[in-house]
């Protein structure tokens, strides 16, 4: 019986895929609008006509969602500073825990970008060099591994917080003008800044998805949650006719014509080497557990609706909007160059003992 051949002439899914991004990147200008009309209304001490923070901004604040979660994890409660980040957050590792890092290769508005300057360095490199441009093996471990230390360093930090110490940053006033003290750092950018997402920029282009692959934390831990997912890409060895195209498509240079499963916490389920497979049924996606083959328009689907979901969740749940007025917001803004970053956790917990102990004076003093 001979091999079912397959013509590869449109990728439907990869088009779906690139709508889905586009959109996703589309909803984001689209926060960013708002929270700019936000921002005006600020500027103007209350003259202008008030335009509501939009609370997706909070998906720009990994840092506080994290510490929103753990916070979560010891009181049970949704903190009320940046309730739509604790649920932005769950959502963006719950898609990843199902379909994989699959956030990066189909939500990430960064990750777009990403993709869009690598296709651009790719086919200049390819007219001059006929290959792809790729670090030597050595490097690209040496330099993926700056990620991973920095996501160490900030889950090290958070994790070793107490009650108290995430309450503390948590209700800081530096944590409630997080998002717009990020939206100055981009509107009143320093030269410094500037040549560093630059030399970024140039480096995508040579490289591609230099961000993605080398610095990005949170594509670090997409890639450890995303290695849980029960949902794996699978090379059929019997009817493989060693082509080599998988690999060869592979943004993420994961090297597809040689495993059996595709276990790699570089791969972003974009399904490239799945649409390029010229043989029928021998590069799919499937399930570990059932072994059976799961369409790429249902991971398309439940990428988008798992995502939905969890943020639904907080929106029914009424923990999407924060509970920060605007009387307060116009305060915070008139002072925001002077609110500096919380001290550290060890002087809070001093800071918290001294306040005990002065409250249990005071009850002595009282008895």
């Given at each position: 019986?001979?091999?079912?051949?397959?013509k590869?002439?449109?990728?439907?899914?990869q088009?779906?895929?690139f709508?889905?991004?586009?959109?996703?990147?589309?909803?984001?200008?689209?926060?960013?609008?708002?929270?700019y009309?936000?921002v005006?209304?600020?500027?103007?001490?209350?003259?202008?006509?008030?335009?509501?923070?939009?609370?997706?901004?909070?998906?720009?604040?990994?840092?506080?969602?994290?510490?929103?979660?753990?916070?979560?994890?010891?009181t049970?409660?949704?903190h009320?500073?940046?309730?739509?980040?604790?649920?932005?957050?769950?959502?963006?590792?719950?898609?990843?825990?199902?379909?994989?890092?699959s956030?990066?290769?189909?939500?990430?508005?960064?990750?777009?970008?990403?993709?869009?300057?690598?296709d651009?360095?790719?086919?200049?490199?390819?007219?001059?060099?006929?290959?792809?441009?790729?670090?030597?093996?050595?490097?690209?471990?040496?330099?993926?591994?700056?990620?991973?230390?920095?996501?160490?360093f900030?889950a090290?930090?958070?994790f070793?917080?107490?009650?108290?110490?995430?309450?503390?940053?948590?209700?800081?006033?530096y944590n409630?003008a997080?998002?717009?003290?990020?939206?100055?750092?981009?509107?009143?950018i320093?030269?410094?800044?500037?040549?560093?997402?630059?030399?970024l920029f140039?480096?995508?282009?040579v490289?591609?998805?230099?961000?993605?692959?080398?610095?990005?934390?949170?594509?670090?831990?997409?890639?450890?949650?995303g290695?849980?997912?029960?949902?794996?890409?699978?090379?059929?060895?019997?009817?493989?006719?060693?082509?080599?195209?998988?690999?060869?498509?592979?943004?993420?240079?994961?090297?597809?014509?040689?495993?059996?499963?595709?276990?790699s916490?570089e791969?972003?389920?974009c399904?490239?080497?799945?649409?390029?497979?010229?043989?029928?049924?021998?590069?799919?996606?499937?399930?570990?557990?059932?072994?059976?083959?799961?369409?790429k328009?249902?991971?398309?689907?439940?990428?988008?609706?798992?995502?939905?979901?969890?943020?639904?969740?907080g929106?029914?749940?009424?923990?999407?909007?924060?509970?920060?007025?605007?009387?307060?917001?116009?305060l915070?803004?008139?002072?925001?160059?002077?609110?500096?970053?919380?001290?550290?956790?060890?002087?809070?917990?001093e800071?918290?003992?001294?306040?005990?102990?002065?409250?249990?004076?005071?009850?002595?003093?009282?008895?």
């Amino acid at each position: 019986m001979g091999l079912k051949y397959i013509k590869n002439t449109e990728k439907p899914i990869q088009k779906i895929r690139f709508f889905v991004q586009a959109g996703f990147a589309l909803l984001c200008i689209w926060i960013g609008i708002e929270f700019y009309q936000f921002v005006a209304y600020l500027e103007s001490d209350g003259a202008a006509a008030f335009h509501q923070r939009p609370p997706g901004v909070e998906g720009f604040l990994p840092i506080s969602a994290l510490m929103s979660v753990v916070y979560f994890f010891q009181t049970g409660d949704v903190h009320n500073v940046h309730p739509a980040g604790f649920f932005i957050f769950l959502a963006i590792v719950g898609v990843s825990l199902v379909f994989g890092k699959s956030f990066c290769g189909w939500l990430c508005p960064v990750g777009y970008i990403s993709e869009m300057v690598g296709d651009f360095g790719e086919r200049i490199w390819k007219k001059i060099f006929k290959r792809r441009m790729k670090l030597p093996g050595f490097l690209d471990y040496l330099l993926r591994s700056v990620k991973y230390l920095l996501l160490a360093f900030f889950a090290f930090a958070i994790f070793s917080m107490t009650e108290t110490a995430l309450a503390y940053f948590l209700n800081d006033t530096y944590n409630i003008a997080a998002d717009v003290k990020m939206y100055y750092f981009f509107a009143d950018i320093s030269r410094f800044s500037l040549i560093v997402i630059g030399v970024l920029f140039l480096l995508s282009v040579v490289i591609r998805n230099f961000w993605c692959r080398y610095l990005c934390p949170y594509g670090a831990l997409l890639g450890i949650t995303g290695i849980l997912s029960p949902n794996k890409i699978k090379r059929n060895a019997a009817s493989c006719i060693d082509c080599g195209l998988c690999a060869k498509a592979c943004p993420s240079f994961i090297k597809v014509d040689k495993v059996i499963t595709v276990r790699s916490d570089e791969c972003t389920s974009c399904l490239n080497c799945v649409d390029v497979c010229p043989v029928e049924d021998t590069l799919d996606v499937k399930n570990i557990f059932g072994r059976k083959k799961v369409s790429k328009k249902i991971i398309a689907a439940g990428i988008v609706l798992i995502f939905i979901a969890i943020t639904g969740i907080g929106v029914l749940s009424g923990n999407w909007h924060n509970k920060i007025s605007k009387e307060e917001y116009l305060l915070i803004h008139k002072q925001r160059d002077a609110i500096g970053h919380p001290t550290s956790t060890s002087d809070i917990e001093e800071l918290n003992r001294s306040t005990e102990k002065g409250k249990t004076d005071g009850e002595k003093g009282i008895n």
